[in-house]
């Protein structure tokens, strides 16, 4: 299918338009699924019944025709990756060159820090959102009410944080304003809270009835009264995050150890230099 095939009706041509715009306005790549929870927001769709019966069918001719500035790689695939196997170098001198550049010493943030941070979110179409805008932290999408197994697990990770750090630990959670969110992060909390034999600190950082204010951010269209935190201006989103993870992040501690790993990756990249590697 070429652009000059596709023809999208007047309103689907008005939703694929201010989709890109949404696309490119985020200095990360972003899902279907968040596209269409910001275009559902904004109004342009009128259920979520129209993320398979109406946005897939339309962004994915749009991508597949080249239309109007859209591509086949305009959006990020959350769930799948290729497992790429047998390929490589063509000599061993490329090798130690690739390693010279992108071998990095990484040492752990933590001991360095006053506490133990995790974030969890509600949404994981958010996941590239909460990646772009912090650093060196634990991130835990719970993609609603997440399964026992993946409970227990987070429960023995935070106990084996606890006694490898010795230091409080403190989750931060960010989900949507409405009844389903709120019992996510009650129920989450509890049976974590319940096998982890260690204490933690959960603090409910967004969204707020303040922050919903004060953002201008939208109601659920099917649910007046309730709000998503994809609703929210990527801007707001970004002050959300990192002034609710800045109290428990010492700058100076981080430094600290950023320069140790500089100093390392320097020394062992000047001894690959020197290394003459065997002939092909």
């Not at 399964?147 to 989750?171: C, F, G, M, Q």
Request: aromatic letters at 12%; a negative charge.
């Amino acid at each position: 299918m070429s652009a000059d095939t596709y023809k999208p009706q007047a309103k689907t041509a008005l939703a694929l338009a201010r989709a890109l715009e949404l696309v490119e306005s985020v200095p990360y790549r972003v899902s279907a699924r968040w596209l269409f929870y910001r275009l559902l927001q904004e109004g342009y769709y009128g259920a979520k019944s129209d993320y398979k019966n109406k946005f897939l069918p339309a962004v994915s001719a749009a991508r597949h025709a080249f239309y109007e500035g859209w591509a086949p790689d305009t959006l990020t695939d959350e769930t799948r990756a290729a497992v790429v196997r047998g390929d490589g170098f063509d000599t061993p001198g490329e090798w130690v060159s690739a390693l010279q550049q992108r071998i990095t010493c990484t040492l752990d943030k933590w001991h360095a820090q006053d506490y133990y941070i995790e974030l969890w979110f509600e949404a994981r179409a958010m996941l590239d959102q909460f990646r772009h805008y912090t650093e060196h932290v634990t991130l835990r999408p719970l993609g609603g009410q997440p399964s026992i197994p993946y409970k227990w697990d987070t429960a023995k990770d935070l106990e084996r944080a606890s006694d490898r750090y010795d230091k409080p630990v403190v989750v931060l959670y960010f989900g949507d304003l409405d009844s389903a969110g709120g019992v996510i992060a009650d129920v989450t909390r509890a049976d974590v809270a319940k096998w982890c034999a260690v204490p933690f600190e959960f603090i409910h950082c967004g969204l707020t009835l303040d922050q919903v204010r004060l953002y201008g951010v939208p109601e659920n269209p099917e649910k007046p009264g309730e709000f998503q935190w994809e609703a929210l201006p990527d801007a707001a989103a970004r002050e959300i995050i990192v002034s609710s993870s800045a109290p428990f992040i010492s700058r100076g501690g981080l430094s600290d150890v950023l320069e140790r790993e500089q100093r390392a990756t320097a020394w062992l990249r000047a001894q690959l230099a020197a290394l003459t590697p065997p002939a092909a």
